[in-house]
């Protein structure tokens, strides 16, 4: 048995929105986008999936706003943490 059809339903949303919040600032810096996304997917509750029209086919218009609103909260909260420790690092 293989799982690699197993995903968290949360990966793709929280990229996307790394992407369009950060855009060409730090596209290039794969390191920094992946420290991003590791804190903001570990600040939101795992939804594993198969498929991820399985999740879109059985949310309502209200989940999937809150959730929405739960990625943006997630990635602003995790590119402020990763910037300040970074600062910090930075600075020793």
């Known amino acids: 048995m293989t799982f690699e059809a197993i995903s968290n339903y949360y990966e793709k949303p929280v990229y996307d929105r790394i992407l369009a ?13 992946a420290d991003v996304a ?17 999740m879109a086919f059985y949310m309502s218009s209200e989940e999937r706003e809150n959730m929405a609103k739960d990625i943006t909260k997630a990635v602003e909260d995790a590119i402020e943490f990763v910037r300040d420790h970074r600062h910090k690092e930075n600075a020793d």
């Open 21 to 33: 919040t950060l855009g060409p600032i730090h596209g290039d810096d794969l390191d920094y986008l």
């Open 38 to 54: 590791c804190v903001a997917l570990n600040n939101l509750p795992a939804r594993y999936i198969r498929h991820q029209v399985d």
